[in-house]
């Protein structure tokens, strides 16, 4: 079972211990705050006002450097990776139901760099997918202007499925497996239309898409190739 960091000065020795560089030593003080994490787990430093519970996996990785804020809990699967100078909050007011304030990253799931993410509901990255590029915002509340209230609903990303940099990703939106959203699309939520590439602002889907890309069995594509399509020695 979770338990949360309670109390003022124990809040603030939390957030000082996010603020250490990666290492062993760290990994066992946040287990003494209740976090469960992976021996191996890589978790950088970053600003980390608020974290109710984290469960980071075999080689699961925080790079330094993002903001969180207000997640009741966020849960790292294996190999997961979250990549550098990401914002990840939610607000408390939405968490009186126990299924938000949620981070999920499947395993070898990515998020890159500079993403807004808001999980006042729960969003949830499945396994190996990607929000790529950067400045892409996911907003799991809104304001019903019927009400008027402010309102929260979950947002799931498929598995083996990809979104661009710079999207827009509404609450209640879904993105089904093996589907790619591009470049500066809006995803709100509507009728599941099946795998494709989808585009636009609403995004629709426009067409089937297949590759190697998503049946791969290891996370973060780090190959390269020339201008010509010949793959080149190294990695990115």
């Known amino acids: 079972m979770s338990r949360t960091v309670r109390g003022p000065l124990a809040r603030r020795l939390h957030t000082l211990v996010w603020l250490l560089p990666a290492s062993g030593v760290k990994n066992r003080l946040l287990r003494r705050f209740g976090h469960v994490i992976a021996r191996d787990a890589s ?39 979250v990549g550098p100078w990401n914002i990840l909050t939610a607000h408390p007011a939405f968490q009186h139901e126990g299924e938000n304030g949620v981070l999920w990253v499947g395993a070898h799931a990515v998020i890159t760099s500079r993403h807004s993410i808001d999980c006042s509901g729960r969003v949830v990255l499945g396994a190996f997918s990607s929000v790529g590029g950067h400045g892409t ?17 979950d947002i799931e990303i498929g598995d083996h499925s990809f979104v661009g940099t710079r999207c827009t990703v509404l609450s209640g939106a879904r993105l089904p497996d093996r589907s790619v959203l591009a470049a500066g699309s809006l995803l709100r939520r509507g009728p599941d239309e099946g795998a494709g590439l989808y585009t636009g602002s609403p995004a629709r889907r426009k067409q089937a898409l297949d590759g190697a890309w998503f049946h791969r069995p290891v996370g973060q594509t780090r190959s390269l190739c020339d201008r010509s399509g010949q793959v080149l020695h190294g990695a990115f």
């Open 137 to 153: 915002q996911v907003l799991s509340h809104e304001v019903d202007f019927t009400g008027p209230v402010q309102t929260c609903a």
């Open 43 to 81: 978790l950088g430093s970053c600003v980390v006002l608020t974290l109710g519970h984290l469960h980071a996996g075999e080689r699961a990785l925080i790079a330094a450097g993002s903001f969180v804020r207000g997640i009741r809990e966020m849960v790292l699967s294996d190999d997961a990776a």
